[in-house]
């Protein structure tokens, strides 16, 4: 059975910084892409940010310089580093897990989210 469990959403202040985190199990971490998409109140879910099994990084513009993504495969978690946080940036932010081959998807995984707030 294939989970995945984000955390360390919450509430924090504009200009502020969160770490989420997503722990996967039930698949093999290490080939596949591992992104985070989130999705705003009366808006499309989009894509946040992506890491490739090789370690390509690829993000929205919205948050280029200011959101990182790395992974440790070893623990099989996937990290979103948010800085300077902006109210804009509140969200619902999912975990996605996907493996493509010769151009088709394999398979698609989400977790339930975990609700990031930017407010004063």
């Known amino acids: 059975q294939v989970q995945l469990v984000e955390s360390g959403g919450g509430l924090v202040q504009p200009g502020g910084s969160l770490r989420l985190s997503c722990a996967a199990s039930g698949i093999i971490f290490n080939i596949n892409t591992m992104g985070w998409y989130r999705q705003a109140p009366g808006k499309q879910r989009e894509l946040v940010a992506a890491i490739t099994s090789g370690g390509g990084t690829n993000y929205a513009d919205s948050v280029k310089g200011r959101f990182t993504i790395t992974r440790d495969n070893a623990k099989k978690t996937v990290y979103l580093q948010m800085n300077s946080l902006k109210p804009e940036d509140t969200a619902v932010y999912y975990c996605?897990?996907?493996?493509?081959?010769?151009?088709?998807?394999?398979?698609?995984?989400w977790g339930q989210g975990t609700q990031v707030t930017v407010s004063q």
């Open positions: 996605n897990a996907n493996l493509w081959n010769a151009g088709r998807l394999v398979y698609e995984y």
